[in-house]
């Protein structure tokens, strides 16, 4: 072979590299437009990828890990991978989960085994707003499914900060003001810690946290999703370790990446126990997430598990028969909860579907209520117990308002006047349908306190 033929032999092997680099990073360019829609990349495309970049001499190792040293997981997908800081070691003291409960899991939240929580769902935790700040005790909630998971946690924080540390009349609001980033995390742990022994029946909580390993694969009746066949199971059966535990661990559901809020759903059912969540059900609700408007939403039984411990699917107080037969129950609302849940829809409203919600939830054993108001959730609540306890008490008194949303800067001061009936006035010399011409919030307060005049203190009422 004369020097030519080496010459261009040279030049077709430099052009069939250039081809493969520019295949490669076609490659690229379409996993990072997969991965900003959500969308997964096929396993095969992946390993195919990092195969050609070992050639380059660009591999990228699997670490082994410790307690001391988290291990680098190569992900799939960018966006639903977990930062190492926040998954511990497998030696870490719990059981792995097993394959029939990752499948129980999906049966009791989609109704299948195959669908998995979207990108919103994995991008969501327990996010604080800034420390000493109007907002330090709340937290930031996002619009979507997981945003009434995160306020009714939310009321159980306000509970824990307010009362179950400090059971006497010197509450304030200003107390809520004066938090440190390190007793946000204690307030978070101690809600977490209520809800989860709450659904445990006072006997039993489990924690579910991610680890470095897999402990089963996809199959014809499963479909991974990169962090449910890598949870271990934390079981507790004393409340002041859940509290400690998660005190330790409190990072896995407060700090970006996280998945917390998918963790502590998780946690929430594990700790309710499948067979008991069968038990609370009933024929209106076979599964606990609804798909609508591409999203997936929870059903009133998820709230009810994180207000009262109890997933019945409806607010009404105790068991209702469903036909004259007797053949079929509704299950409703059976014990007073530490929070309380108030519901205000002008749409159900007009159409005659506002459902009645009981006694048990409207009169809680804290000041504090979970409301749903048209369509989104948000938070109602006093600084004194005597509200609860003392009739006298509610003939004027203080409520307090967060909408988790953040464009709201300081919390929202109502005073509510239930003597003078001077809303009724207007209610009755006005013409037209008061449902209609006052704002949602305070026909939402009017639920519990029936022709309660109300104030806003210098905050321009929004509806």
């Not at 020097?3 to 032999?9: N, P, Q, R, T």
């Not at 946290?209 to 890598?230: A, C, G, M, P, V």
């Amino acid at each position: 072979m004369d020097a030519g033929d080496v010459e261009e032999h040279h030049i077709l092997d430099k052009k069939k590299l250039e081809e493969i680099t520019n295949k490669i990073s076609d490659l690229d360019k379409w996993r990072a437009i997969f991965s900003s829609h959500g969308l997964e990349v096929g396993k095969a495309v992946v390993e195919k990828n990092q195969d050609n970049n070992n050639a380059d001499g660009d591999r990228e190792e699997r670490t082994e890990t410790s307690s001391s040293k988290p291990q680098k997981i190569f992900q799939s997908n960018a966006l639903y991978s977990v930062p190492r800081e926040l998954i511990i070691a497998s030696d870490h003291g719990g059981h792995p989960i097993s394959l029939a409960v990752a499948m129980e899991l999906r049966r009791m939240l989609f109704g299948n085994t195959f669908h998995t929580f979207n990108y919103e769902w994995k991008k969501s935790f327990f996010k604080f707003r800034d420390p000493f700040s109007d907002l330090a005790y709340s937290l930031e909630a996002e619009k979507g499914g997981t945003r009434a998971i995160q306020m009714a946690v939310q009321a159980h924080i306000i509970k824990c900060l307010l009362f179950t540390k400090n059971e006497d009349e010197h509450s304030t609001l200003q107390s809520l003001y004066d938090i440190s980033p390190k007793q946000q995390e204690k307030a978070l742990a101690a809600a977490l810690t209520d809800i989860l022994w709450m659904a445990g029946d006072g006997k039993k909580a489990t924690i579910c946290l991610i680890t470095n390993d897999s402990y089963f694969t996809e199959s014809t009746e499963y479909k991974t999703d990169s962090f449910t066949e890598r949870l271990q199971l934390f079981e507790f059966a004393e409340k002041g370790k859940v509290e400690k535990f998660l005190g330790v661990h409190i990072h896995c559901f407060r700090d970006e990446g996280s998945h917390g809020i998918i963790l502590f759903l998780y946690s929430l059912l594990l700790s309710r126990t499948f067979e008991r969540l069968k038990q609370d059900l009933d024929f209106t609700t076979t599964h606990l997430l609804h798909f609508s408007l591409g999203n997936y939403t929870v059903r009133q039984a998820v709230l009810n598990m994180i207000l009262t411990g109890r997933a019945s699917p409806h607010v009404f107080n105790g068991d209702q028969s469903a036909d004259e037969q007797n053949l079929q129950e509704k299950h409703g609302v059976l014990t007073r909860s530490d929070v309380g849940y108030l519901h205000w829809s002008r749409e159900e409203m007009e159409q005659d579907r506002l459902p009645k919600v009981g006694s048990m939830l409207k009169t809680p054993k804290f000041p504090i209520w979970l409301c749903y108001i048209n369509g989104t959730y948000s938070v109602l609540f006093a600084t004194k117990m005597s509200l609860l306890c003392d009739w006298k008490m509610e003939h004027i008194f203080e409520l307090y308002f967060y909408s988790g949303q953040a464009s709201q800067t300081k919390t929202v001061h109502l005073t509510v006047d239930t003597h003078s009936h001077h809303w009724e006035g207007r209610y009755k010399s006005e013409e037209g349908d008061p449902e209609k011409r006052f704002p949602s919030l305070e026909m939402t307060v009017r639920t519990k306190w029936e022709g309660a005049a109300i104030a806003w203190n210098g905050t321009i009422p929004f509806f």
